[in-house]
């Protein structure tokens, strides 16, 4: 028997119905159905009666499920006595997409000033790559921006069992040299940018841009963010990319790289900012910590980026 097995048939309880629990739980009706029929066989007694309108406890049923509350209220009891008297352990692996790797060393540090004892690695990827290494489990909790194309959206990633939360929203902008002959101007459309010369962090989010942009020129895939701000800065290529990638960035703040608004297309390229984590089983101390943390960094994000 094991504590995930009690905590399912609490649920079962509470939502008096097996596909109800299912779905709560980010796994599938046969799964816990499944998980249900072993606990039985193993206790030795039935423990909910089914019915077509949902199930109930059994009387053995309710004594069980008094001792698993029971023991759940114990587990939580030993990992509050962990926040509250020791130093927390462990690993945490965080992924951050482009737009967001100006946060990475505002994360390192937050993290190791209040959690010295406690190992934090912080990875670079790419949107396509977030589900892979969530589900493959090479991280525990991701930031992106999301919905910004067709194929991210809140649905996939429910299917794939993630929880997540829901932040600022930003727009994409023309980032220019200050010498572009668009610089000055309140705002560019896209049919007039389609004959520049175009810069891209990733073949795929060009892949995606350009199904809108429609021009038909190649972009110049620059996956180092420095490197790619550099030639824009010099007005080799203009790029289309989130607003989050201006947010402390000396070129933008300098002056070098200007930022213009999109117009004459609606909701081109509209992103949230997602934090995302493992829907299916209880988090660790250690990361619902460091969600704490995240959470207050996120919280700021839209305001450094209204002033662009």
């Known amino acids: 028997m094991k504590l995930e097995q009690l905590q399912q048939i609490v649920e ?14 980010y796994m599938g009706q046969p799964a816990l159905s499944g998980a249900l029929n072993s606990l039985e066989e193993e206790i030795g007694v039935r423990l909910f009666e089914r ?4 199930v109930t406890p059994t009387p053995e ?4 499920l008094q001792l698993a509350k029971q023991m759940l209220e114990c587990q939580s009891q030993i990992l509050n006595y962990g926040k509250q008297h020791r130093e927390l352990y462990g690993n945490i692996n965080i992924l951050l997409t482009q737009a967001y790797s100006f946060l990475f060393s505002d994360i390192m540090l937050a993290f190791k000033e209040r959690y010295p004892k406690a190992k934090l690695n912080i990875k670079i990827v790419t949107a396509d790559d977030v589900i892979k290494e969530l589900s493959n489990g090479n991280a525990n ?8 194309f067709p194929q991210y959206t809140a649905k996939v990633l429910k299917d794939a069992g993630f929880q997540y ?6 727009s994409m902008m023309a980032y220019m040299s ?13 049919a007039s940018l389609r004959d520049e010369n175009f810069l891209c962090y990733s073949s795929s989010f060009w892949a995606e841009t350009n199904k809108v942009l429609q021009t038909d020129s190649e972009a110049l895939i620059m996956t180092d963010r420095e490197n790619l701000k550099r030639l824009l800065s010099t007005g080799q290529a203009i790029s289309l990319l989130p607003d989050t990638f201006a947010i402390r960035d000396l070129y933008c703040d300098q002056g070098m790289i200007k930022l213009v608004p999109i117009k004459g297309t609606e909701n081109f390229a509209q992103a949230v900012d997602y934090l995302i984590y493992n829907g299916k089983r209880q988090l660790t101390v250690l990361e619902q910590k460091t969600l704490e943390l995240l959470r207050e960094i996120l919280m700021h994000i839209s305001e450094d980026s209204n002033k662009y």
């Open 51 to 54: 019915t077509s309108s949902g």
């Open 61 to 64: 049923g309710m004594e069980i």
């Open 165 to 170: 939360e829901t932040f600022g929203s930003h």
């Open 178 to 190: 200050q010498d572009n002959r668009f610089a000055e101007h309140s705002s560019v459309d896209l």
């Open 12 to 25: 079962i309880e509470k939502q008096k119905s097996i596909s109800k629990a299912a779905k709560a739980l």
């Open 141 to 148: 909790i991701c930031i992106t921006l999301w919905e910004m």
